[in-house]
């Protein structure tokens, strides 16, 4: 068989590109690896190797032609043994077309929203009579992590000062006394390569929960957040997996300035492959932390450290978990929907009464989860309210507000009666002094503000 | 910027490599497999480049070819459980761990018969049946994440080893230091592999590094290295033996500069300017694994050129093989697009 030599690509945008130069004339023989021709391209000249040993048999294309397209036979080469008089030059084949999938008749309708729409799940019931104890946010989220690692013994918390300090904010209080030094882990301070190695943890089927001391500082993990750990399983067919959870306080602290008050959740809610989670009270942070946790897939975990410190009831169940990805109806009412998450509930709360005061009656949603984001329950609630707020403590751009409003444009037009309103931090840096603090970030006013433009109301 | 160059290579003796370097003592059987194994590597990755010259392979995709002696003497030093990582340029690494070329070869081309299905590309392969992990495209990050396969291994309380693949380039990323660190701290059995074939891209290691003998690299970390020459397998084999005993000791990380040489470019749209001809026809002529390797089987009549070109022969076919259910295996299904996002 006469081995054919086509116009190579040599880059992944190449098209059709100049052969230069010939370095091997008919009748020469060639070793594979030997350089046979030089070719053009618009970024560079290129050297063609021949990868058959053979006798040049035939040149087709002179050198100097411009603009072969690839994939065009340029010359043929007679095999060991094979006599070069009798190889033919027309082309045994046409460029290959790659074969279409079997199934292409019935192709998917393109779903460019989130493609993981969240099941309808609703909360487990909590059976009557049970015991309702004060947890701090603190609290719960250190029971949530200690419950689960008594279970499953590939459960591990690594971090900064997570271990002997017994967490920067406190948070894994205990449990290098109960688990030991192999199961909490104090880290040095090398967030990128922690966060990988938890993700290569991962791979192998551990199952970490990595802290952040903020998630301020997880910029300098996010590659391995997003590359590493959300890309994965994707990229290998479904071959490799990674169960972790990066968790750690978000957002804006006190009066800590602009590089350590930043709220990521738009970042990570971008990402396809990450489960992202924001809580607001001691149940939500138990329960979901254990969901996060038993999830095999890689979940962000964004806690408040405002909110730490807070108390709240938590029913006393041996096994307290919740589904992600269902957002809670905290407050119900009747003229005005408004969306929240993490500690601007609290402000949407405050918000709501002092609304009812005035005979606005406020439904508030706790998102919860971020994505997968929960948007049947926020337009439910729309249908019902006709009008929406989405208040969130983090700048306005590309942020959760924007797609919420963006989901509800698409998806709740026709039960719209007033532009949906985002309330969202000031778009600056968050600045030091009290004052101005106080002015950048999402107050209860701001929210009464919105609701009454979007109910018209004065 | 100018470097200095030649004050650099004056003042940096690769101390720590002995005049006399082990030689893996390899049975005949184990000659002629690590023959047939670099041949296979060869063969196949010049089966890819023609095939991507073809438009067959579409983005990035980064040959062996050179580098072959590297991957064949450290994965036979491995055992089951053992687990491996490297970057972008690992389609040799799949192979010597055992998987299917047909798979790998199908990946290249983007079809549902691919080791992801085809959603991963040339710079994304995973087996983690056969312990390998990828197969990631970002410089650097295999380092840490092949730690934290090793922390995983120890963990478990298994004997098991990591072994984390990266260029000279990659040796300058930060997270290579900090994985240093912690594997040291926590004493965790991974061996680093730097695949220092002197070039990253177009950017030699004499241009980029402060310290270019990388298998120095480890020593403030406590880390003991040793420099290889990557070109020969028996050493590689010989010193990866030396790396896994310390590491199943307990004695925690090991890192080995490996030597070695792409005779390609960094990509195949690289023309490679940064290097002279004769550089890479010297390294071709004089230091060729394959060559190296061959000679030896015929010098110590193991194996005659008939023997060997039977060798050659069932190479061509696996690889023919490869590249023919490449081509015909059809493309994944568009529902594949949605699948394996989330478990
Ligand atoms: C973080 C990051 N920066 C840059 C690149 C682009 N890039 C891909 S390979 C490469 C050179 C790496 O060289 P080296 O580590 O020596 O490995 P080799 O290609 O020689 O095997 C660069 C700069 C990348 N993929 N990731
Ligand atoms: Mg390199």
Redesign the pocket.
Known sequence: MAIEITMPALSPTMEKGTLAKWLVKEGDNVESGDVIAEIETDKATMEVESIDDGVVAKILVPEGTDDVPVGQLIAVLAEEGEDVADVDAAPSHAAVVPTPAQEEAEVPVKETAVSVVSVAVADPAVPEGTNMVKLTVREALRDAMAEEMRKDGDVFVMGEEVAEYQGAYKVTQGLLDEFGPERVIDTPITEHGFAGLGAGAAFAGLKPVIEFMTFNFAMQAIDHIINSAAKTRYMSGGLVQCPIVFRGPNGAASRVGAQHSQNYASWYANVPGLKVIAPYDAADSKGLLKAAILDPNPVVFLENELMYGESFEVPELDDYVLPIGKARIFREGADVTIVSYSITVGEALKAADKLAEEGISAEVIDLRTIRPLDIETVIESVKKTNRCVVAEEGWPQCSVASDVSAQLMEQAFDWLDAPVTRVNSVDVPLPYANNLEKAAVVSADDIIRAAKAVCYAE | MTTKKSTKKTTAPARRRTKQPAQYNASNDELVEFYEQMLLIRRFEEKAGQMYGMGLIGGFC?LYIGQEAVVVGIQTALKDGDSVIT???EHGHMIAAGSDPKAVMAELTGRSGGCSRGKGGSMHMFDPERGFYGGH????AQVSLGTGLAFAAKYRKTDNVGVAY?????ANQGQVYESFNMARIWNLPVIYII?N?Q???GTSVNRSSSEIELHRRGESFRIPGKQVDGMNVLEVRAAMDEAVKHCRDGNGPFILEMKTY?YRG?SMSDPAKYRSKEEVQKMRAEHDAIDQIKERILDAKILDEAGLKEIDKKVKAVVAEAATFAQECPEPALSELYTDVLA
């Open positions: 980064h970057g972008y340029r495209g970002i410089v650097g990266f260029g000279d380039g990659a695949e074939n070039y990253a891209m792409r960094h």
